[in-house]
């Protein structure tokens, strides 16, 4: 089934149960827009756009990214005055800074558990038919966070976490390595050192966009998702890997509505990173045990 699946109202996201009670993965599943359709869809969606705002929070989400990763990696002891230092950019940045970023520009308190509980429930997303209690007390806490109403509001923020979790951490991984490696599609030499051309402030944000864009095109961290006939039948996965990246963010009504979002936190922390004078410690990947992502298991680098 090939891309055309994800416009045609004949194919829609495989139906997870709707009557299940509060408290578990179950009920998130059955409220937000991800799994739903028709005017659920429609609905659920709504309540997820709207804490996202206008066009003009891509500007904000950098900044506040890159201020964000600048501060883990001064308290990692990688800052300016401290000398060189290796750090795991995943486990550090990419699997904390999109999530406590976001959460905070949705309106909810930010501790330094949040990335943890969105991180448990995320490994439990997609798990349909499987109890996984630690998934489920991680829910628990993030809907008190939320206010402790159990209603499809509550769930839309908390799915926007959720689903900014894995993709924009792979993301940050994918394209930081790229940037890192200086291979961002043009025809200039692959140095490895992450230095910037001409050390000018436009050049960087030209290396930033470069790498973003080729590892959206090429790499893009989410490979696919699942569709299925609306009058019944077995789900069929739809490749979401493109010669021109268009379907990295996915395509129709299900396409994901923070793209915008998703590109600022991540070009935020590539900034801080290229400010930082980030070197790769290695030039391979290990990527997560996974079909559908496209996940770095760590990426270290050394900051001057």
């Given amino acids: 089934m090939g891309p055309g699946a ?7 996201v495989p139906p997870v149960p709707q009557d299940v009670p509060e408290g578990g993965m179950a009920w998130l599943r059955a409220r937000v827009a991800r799994f739903s359709s028709g005017e659920a869809h429609v609905r659920r969606r709504a309540l997820a756009v709207g804490p996202l705002g206008g066009g003009d929070a891509a500007d904000a989400l950098r900044d506040t990214a890159r201020v964000r990763t600048q501060a883990l990696l001064d308290g990692a002891g990688v800052g300016p005055g401290s000398g ?23 309106g909810l308190p930010v501790t330094a558990e949040t ?11 997609h ?16 809907v008190t966070v939320c206010g402790g109403t159990w209603d499809e ?7 926007l976490l959720v689903q900014a979790y894995d993709a924009t951490a792979g993301l940050i991984g994918n394209a930081a390595h790229r940037m890192l490696s200086c291979d961002t599609g043009d025809t200039g030499s692959a140095s490895g050192t992450g230095d910037t051309p001409e050390g000018s402030a436009e050049s960087a944000a030209d290396v930033v966009t470069a790498s973003l ?35 990295a963010f996915g395509a129709g009504p299900h396409a994901c509505p923070g793209r915008a979002h998703a590109r600022a936190l ?18 391979d990947l290990a990527y997560e045990p996974s079909p559908n992502l496209r996940v770095p298991v760590r ?6």
């Fill in 266 to 283: 991540a070009a935020g922390v590539l900034d801080a990173l290229l400010g930082r004078g980030c070197r790769l410690v290695r030039p």
């Fill in 213 to 247: 864009d080729r590892t959206l095109s090429a790499d893009p961290p989410v490979r696919g998702t699942l569709r299925a006939p609306a009058n019944g039948g077995d789900p069929v996965r739809i490749a979401l890997l493109t010669d021109d990246g268009s379907l």
């Fill in 84 to 106: 060189p230092g290796t750090v795991d950019v995943m486990a550090l940045v990419a699997r904390v800074v999109p999530v406590e970023v976001l959460a905070d520009f949705v």
């Fill in 299 to 304: 990426l270290e680098v050394t900051c001057t």
């Fill in 127 to 142: 798990a349909h038919g499987e109890t996984v209690p630690a998934a489920d007390r991680a829910l628990a806490r993030l």
């Fill in 115 to 125: 990335a943890g509980l969105v991180g448990h429930v995320a490994r439990a997303y």
């Fill in 6 to 12: 994800l416009t045609d109202p004949d194919w829609v």
């Fill in 153 to 159: 509001a509550t769930a839309a923020r908390i799915g």
